[in-house]
């Protein structure tokens, strides 16, 4: 390499690192409320976020579940930051783990467009009022709500079964109108799988009240997105996920904005969330077919009923 290479090398990389300590050391005065940090220093927090989200992306491949449903409530409920920072960050985590997969999913067939659009555009809507209620709420009143939610959230992951073909004996009109229906190739029956859906305006007001749950609570919505899709409106199951994944995407972008905006998004938070998430869940994917996925969820809902506990204790100020 070339003295002008390697200069050129250096001057980029002190760049890149004087941006990082730019948006990382406002936000390291601001991240921590005073009276909770006690004498451990900032970066051991950052350093225990950063282990924590590398843990909680294998346990959320293993159960089947987005990351951001369980960085919210465990996060809040353990660590010292305020609630508003934790809330922007699991809107990234969700946002980037449903970004990660929707290429692929959409080069196979199995994320549909005209499926998820009028879901997503309803659900941005309410997102964003979702994410400017909870930002304006009383922290102990979003305290209070979020461990309801989670433990709501508990009780339909122990419930809601999984319907991987369903029956659709007739499409709804709304459906026809939109033209939402389709085919795609299941590789694992080696065929071809045509699909169509019905209660397709119950689904468009249940996908409000979702996304403005996720806006206000900064989680992701697969939870909820999969079974509504599958269960209620008959999406075949692989095509209920991978839309899912799409609506996500587009109704975090736009609760994730508000935060921005509000100054609730720190990349001391966010970046090491992130990565954590990203580099587990990659090992998650690897060990999904080696432990048993059911001991796995067990344990997901004990962390969540655990963590949704522990937000209603905070909440009522205990």
């Known amino acids: 390499m070339s003295s002008a290479a390697k200069k050129l090398l250096l001057k980029t990389a002190g ?172 590789e694992a029956m080696s065929k071809d799988i045509a699909w169509q859906i019905h209660r397709t305006p119950i689904g468009l007001f249940l996908f409000m009240i979702i996304g403005f749950i996720g806006g206000m609570f900064g989680m992701g919505a697969g939870w909820a997105n999969v079974p509504v899709f599958n269960l209620l409106m008959g999406v075949p199951l692989k095509v209920a996920v991978a839309t899912s994944g799409l609506v996500l995407s587009i109704n975090g972008a736009a609760a994730a904005w508000i935060y921005i905006f509000k100054g609730a998004l720190l990349p001391l938070i966010a970046v090491p969330a992130v990565a954590g998430i990203m580099l587990g869940s990659k090992i998650g994917a690897g060990l999904l077919t080696k432990v048993n996925t059911r001991s796995v969820r067990l ?9 949704g506990l522990r937000s209603l204790l905070k909440g009522f100020g205990i």
Do not use: N
Not at 128 to 144: D, E, K, N, R
Not at 299 to 307: F, K, T
């Open 299 to 307: 344990i997901v809902i004990s962390m969540l009923l655990l963590a």
């Open 15 to 186: 760049t890149a690192g004087a941006s990082i300590l730019f948006f990382i050391i406002p936000g390291i005065l601001y991240a921590f409320p005073a009276d909770q940090t006690g004498q451990m220093a900032w970066w051991v927090w950052v350093i225990l976020l950063f282990a924590f989200s590398f843990i909680l992306g294998i346990f959320s491949v293993l159960a089947g579940v987005g990351g951001g449903v369980l960085f919210v409530p465990i996060v809040s409920g353990f660590f010292p930051f305020h609630l508003d920072f934790i809330r922007g960050a699991g809107l990234v985590v969700a946002l980037t783990g449903a970004l990660s997969a929707g290429a692929p999913l959409m080069r196979k067939g199995l994320a549909d467009l005209k499926l998820g659009l009028p879901m997503a555009l309803v659900g941005s809507i309410s997102s964003i009022a979702g994410a400017l209620a909870g930002l304006a709420m009383p922290v102990a009143m979003v305290q209070l709500l979020l461990g309801l939610s989670i433990m709501f959230i508990a009780g339909i992951m122990i419930k809601s079964g999984k319907s991987g073909y369903p029956e659709v004996k007739e499409p709804d009109t709304l459906s026809k109108i939109l033209h939402i229906s389709g085919i795609y190739h299941d």
